[in-house]
């Protein structure tokens, strides 16, 4: 006898801690080992581990390619970080079911903010211009018309003036683009009066974009983009104003009033949809639908998710709030797997967790929340099987 018939693990990465599949073989590992303890009968553990649009993405998009049987390949595309130094980005390409040759590119590994140290994080220097490069030779080099672009992640706050630039646009005040002058939000966008299109990327009106984003913002206003992400990118407390005027400066240039999803990105989001048609969803649903993830839970009797924190901000689009409604939709119960919770008992309630384990909290001796993460995971989700099984009599 089990408590359990069938488990699905499904969480994110553990930010500079683990990644998502680490937290999904500890916490696999864990119940492992409580049932061990009980005596109870192991049940089906399946991992999914998973992404919402932010770093890991790339690895999640490979793993549900391999696992649909389809022909995929990485290529590197020579272009530059936020900040203007040489990368190689990387691109997964494959075709789609109907032969268009499609393309995958995760912004957290062309201009991801963790691709900079933070001492030298300046947020008036960034551009998302290597974004652009990358997309355009997606297009031009490897002949791409669908493009699959995960968006979380970045280090950019320029309302995707950059990739616009290397897409072909042209503002008035437009500085050419060199690699220590780079076309940086301010200069670009502050006082632009008119667009025009000119040089245009090849085929880019003949290839469709859809955007996995982890977060529904704005572009503006105190719950925008640089009121709200600007300073974990570096962003000076003195400096939010002229970030906010030039926003709104950007919305009279492309004449499209602002929208839920606009501020993702540092308002890439919004050129995307605004500038380019881009359509925006919410990458957790992106990616659960290439796994079949809704199916698997509902053929569950438990599923459990996490995150490295689990804020208010988890509730805005990202992937712990989307297993939460397909659990609820198929009435299953939900554990989450955190670093720490900053979510209300109220809030939690009525989302269905049933449980939450939080690795801040364990208690554990000699043990470091951050570097021993996978140890205090392992611990405690025995301990939660084990305190499951006494309850249910299975001893």
């Known amino acids: 006898m089990t408590v359990f018939g069938k488990i699905v693990i499904a969480t994110d990465k553990f930010k500079g801690s683990m990644t998502a599949a680490q937290a999904s073989e ?5 119940i492992v080992q409580g049932y061990l303890d009980s005596g109870a009968a192991q049940p089906e553990i399946l991992l999914r581990p ?14 549900a390619l391999r696992e649909s049987g389809r022909d995929y390949r990485k290529v590197f595309i020579p272009s530059v970080n936020h900040l203007g130094s040489g ?43 290597g974004l652009g490069v990358t997309i355009r030779s997606a297009i031009e080099d ?48 502050d006082s632009a009066s008119d667009r025009s299109v000119a040089d245009i990327c090849p085929h880019l009106r003949q290839t469709a974009i859809t955007v996995a984003s982890d977060v529904s913002s704005p572009l503006l206003g105190p719950d925008g983009a640089t009121s709200v992400y600007g300073p974990q990118k570096g962003c000076r407390k003195q400096d939010v104003p002229l970030f906010e005027h030039a926003m709104q400066n950007w919305v009279k240039v492309l004449g499209v009033p602002d929208f839920p999803g606009a501020g993702a990105a540092g ?23 290439m ?11 438990l599923a459990i998710t996490g995150e490295g924190r689990f804020d ?84």
């Not at 998973?50 to 793993?63: F, N, T």
């Not at 140890?375 to 499951?388: K, N, P």
């Open 87 to 129: 990368i190689q980005a990387p691109v997964l390409l494959y075709r789609d079911e109907d032969g268009t040759v499609s393309a995958f590119i995760e912004m957290a590994s062309v201009c991801g903010l963790n691709m900079v140290h933070r001492e030298k994080r300046y947020l008036l220097r960034s551009t998302t211009y």
């Open 267 to 289: 308002g890439t989001g919004y050129a995307l949809k605004a500038a380019l048609g881009a359509e925006i969803t919410q990458g957790w649903k992106v990616f659960s639908s």
């Open 26 to 30: 500890a916490i696999r590992d864990g």
């Open 312 to 395: 208010m901000s988890s509730l805005t689009g990202k992937l712990p709030s989307g297993i939460a409604d397909i659990c609820r939709r198929h009435s299953k119960p939900l554990w989450i797997v955190t670093g720490r919770c900053r979510v209300p008992s109220g809030i939690t309630a009525g989302m269905g967790i049933s449980r939450i384990i939080e690795i801040s909290s364990s208690g554990i001796r000699d043990k470091d929340p951050f570097t021993d993460a996978p140890d205090i995971i392992r611990t405690e989700l025995a301990a939660a099987i084990s305190t499951e099984t006494e309850e249910a009599g299975i001893r």
């Open 291 to 301: 796994l079949h993830l809704e199916e698997e839970i509902a053929s569950a009797d």
């Open 142 to 189: 490897y002949s791409a018309r669908k493009i699959l672009l995960a968006i979380g992640g970045s280090g950019t706050n320029d309302g995707g003036f950059g990739m616009l630039t290397a897409l072909g646009w042209s503002f008035s005040n437009q500085n050419p683009f060199r690699n220590k002058d780079i076309p940086t939000f301010i200069s670009g966008i």
């Open 50 to 63: 998973m992404a919402d649009g932010g770093e890991g993405s790339m690895g999640v998009m490979e793993r």
